[in-house]
């Protein structure tokens, strides 16, 4: 019986130009970001250029991770207590996390069958809720319709917050995921598209949110030393109004992230090459469901999500045991009990009035879910899939 032995959870080594450059950061001593030499730019101030720069949008800030990000979008974008957020049901738990942190409260929104947002119970929910904001994750790199959520958006007057964890890199029609909504947050923990261990961003285009989320992440009265930032005359109020929720990036993070920018790209087409290759494999089989992703979205591979309908909660945990047994790692959303990353969204307790949501549990009871990491070979992809259908067709 074929059996697969890599981990996982192992990713690649930082570049190497990325181990210099941190290594040249604690030579020098100055790893906070505004310890800098004068008119010297700070590897965080650098890495925040270069990131606004691939966005293609005027303001960036780093910061400590991406639920920070989110967190601070939200006071950023002027959410009060008791503030109504539509957001996916079908998320990772930082997110309802980051809603609750900022004092609003969730409205879960169902998944849909292609792993999207239900675009028609967003816009039933966005109706009857009143909400002004909506915190949209593009879970597991799933782009919804970007066209009709922007003309939910724009119907409803919807403060669009875009989570990017898992689509940095992808686009929609040519158009940037992170570059739909008025702010968009984006994750550089390990198992992202790009590794420091912990980090983050916050991107938008509105210069007053940007300076909220600039003294918001512990800028001190330091603002006037961040670049891919808005004038120091916003600050000018701001500056008295904005509490310090301190969370920065700093430069031994930012050194070991701008290599891995520059080579993003490269590494989103070796994630999709090893997709296309488990795609076909599962395409092969009957029992294997994975979704068409229509041709306006380019995403970034770096999971793999299919289902398999008509499997009931018994036989979806059989097969993730016998994949398991023989190397092959699957996380099942429809678990009740959250596990490791993963939790169902009736799991998150702590949400007022907890709706029940039958067709998100309905879909998520089939949905399993597997990590590419990049160090897999195409060879490894390739038994992986030969595994998983072989376990599937029993
Ligand atoms: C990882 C992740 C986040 C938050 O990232 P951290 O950097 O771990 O705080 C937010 N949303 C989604 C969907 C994620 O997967």
Redesign the pocket.
């Known amino acids: 019986m074929k059996q697969f032995t890599k981990s996982f959870t192992q990713q690649e080594s930082i570049p190497e130009t990325g181990i210099e450059a941190a290594v040249e950061v604690m030579r020098s001593g100055r790893l906070h970001r505004y310890n800098t030499l004068p008119d010297e730019k700070s590897e965080t101030d650098l890495l925040e250029i270069e990131f606004a720069e691939y966005q293609g949008v005027p303001y960036a800030l780093a910061c400590s991770?991406?639920?920070?990000?989110?967190h601070v979008a939200m006071r950023a974008a002027g959410v009060e207590a008791g503030d109504k957020v539509l957001c996916n049901a079908f998320?990772?738990a930082?997110?309802p996390g980051a809603i609750h942190n900022s004092g609003a409260v969730p409205v879960l929104i169902d998944v849909a069958e292609d792993y999207c947002i239900d675009l028609d119970d967003l816009e039933r929910k966005a109706e009857a809720s009143g909400a002004k904001y909506l915190m949209l994750?593009?879970?597991?790199g799933h782009l919804a319709d970007m066209d009709r959520i922007m003309a939910i958006c724009e119907r409803y007057s919807l403060f669009l917050i875009e989570?990017c964890?898992?689509t940095m890199g992808a686009s929609w029609n040519g158009k940037k995921s992170g570059t739909f909504g008025d702010v968009a947050?984006f994750?550089?923990?390990t198992?992202?598209h790009i590794n420091s261990g912990?980090?983050?961003f916050l991107t938008t285009r509105h210069p007053e949110v940007m300076a909220r989320a600039i003294m918001h992440s512990g800028s001190y009265m330091l603002f006037e030393r961040h670049f891919a930032a808005p004038p120091k005359e916003v600050f000018e109020q701001i500056r008295y109004e904005t509490p310090n929720y301190s969370g920065r990036m700093d430069n031994l993070r930012a050194a070991i992230l701008r290599p891995q920018l520059a080579d993003l790209e490269t590494q989103c087409e070796r994630w999709n090459s090893r997709y296309r290759i488990l795609e076909a494999l599962f395409n092969q089989s009957s029992a294997i469901n994975i979704p068409a992703r229509p041709d306006a979205e380019h995403f970034v591979a770096s999971s793999i999500q299919f289902s398999l309908p008509g499997f009931t909660a018994e036989e979806i945990q059989e097969v993730v045991k016998r994949c398991g047994e023989r190397g092959v790692i699957l996380k099942w959303f429809g678990d009740a009990i959250p596990r490791d990353y993963t939790s169902r969204y009736d799991s998150w307790r702590y949400i007022e009035d907890m709706p029940q949501l039958p067709k998100t549990e309905r879909i998520l009871s089939t949905l399993l879910d597997m990590r590419i990491p990049l160090t897999f070979s195409e060879e490894d992809c390739a038994l992986i899939g030969e595994i998983i259908v072989e376990v599937v067709n029993g």
């Open positions: 991770s991406g639920g920070y990000a989110l998320t990772l930082p997110v994750s593009h879970m597991r989570d964890a898992h947050c994750s550089t923990q198992y992202k912990e980090g983050g």
